[in-house]
């Protein structure tokens, strides 16, 4: 099984940088998302790891570390329209490839 | 491709009625997911189409669910005999593959309330 942690709530300053952590334990890893979700919406995807390291994506970057079981996702130059939940998700490595979702870091950029 | 559709977005409904939920995935996407999530929560899981074969099922879908994927193309989700904890948000996704960064291209979701 997988069990996902991650920050329930952050507050960050519009232009500012903000991290956003994400911890899990997995019995097979294959893979971890970041995606995005307005409120009322679907979600979006931001970003995939499968290897240890950084990957950038314009304002977004996201990290992970395979042996610490550890992910983080970094914003920069914050917008108001950042205001959102990031949800971290691990897929499986299985036929499925399903993924398994953290509950969201809910992001609130203030002015 | 105008990506994941879903209908209708928003069913209210009285307990005990039956409701279906329909999805149409990117038309090349042969795998298609079905999740649920409620307010504050991350999506869970319900069940998993490659085509038209239904290869994995959650646990937390009851026998009062079902889901069809005729033909690998649109998929429908029934519930029947609702209950109040069943409102939820209903999500659907569809992805081409389990490698590399092929990542869920979500619809924008049944929302369902029962009364």
């Known amino acids: 099984g997988q069990n996902i942690d991650q920050p329930t709530e952050m507050t960050a300053t519009e232009g500012a940088i903000v991290q956003i952590n994400c911890t899990y334990q997995?019995?097979?890893?294959?893979?971890l998302f970041w995606y995005q979700q307005h409120a009322g919406e679907a979600p979006t995807f931001l970003s995939y790891?499968?290897?240890?390291g950084l990957e950038e994506k314009g304002r977004f970057s996201s990290f992970l570390s395979r042996s610490k079981g550890y992910s983080y996702l970094l914003l920069k130059e914050l917008q108001m329209k950042d205001s959102a939940s990031y949800l971290c998700?691990?897929?499986?490595?299985?036929?499925?490839?399903?993924?398994?979702f953290g509950d969201g870091t809910t992001l609130t950029v203030k002015p | 491709d105008t990506g994941v559709s879903q209908d209708p977005r928003h069913k209210i409904t009285k307990r005990g009625q039956n409701v279906t939920f329909r999805c149409d995935p990117i038309?090349?996407?042969?795998?298609l997911y079905w999740y649920r999530q409620t307010l504050g929560q991350g999506p869970e899981f319900l069940t998993y189409?490659?085509?038209?074969?239904?290869?994995?099922k959650s646990r937390l879908l009851s026998d009062r669910f079902s889901a069809e994927r005729p033909k690998g193309s649109f998929s429908t989700l029934e519930i029947q005999r609702t209950e109040q904890g069943d409102s939820a948000m209903y999500l659907c996704?569809?992805?081409?593959?389990?490698?590399?960064?092929?990542?869920?291209?979500f619809g924008s979701g049944t929302r369902l309330t029962v009364v």
């Open positions: 998700a691990v897929r499986e490595r299985t036929n499925a490839g399903k993924s398994t």
């Open positions: 997995t019995s097979g890893f294959n893979g």
């Open positions: 790891n499968v290897l240890d």
């Open positions: 189409f490659q085509n038209e074969a239904q290869l994995e």
């Open positions: 038309s090349e996407h042969n795998r």
């Open positions: 996704a569809s992805s081409s593959g389990t490698g590399g960064g092929y990542g869920y291209t």
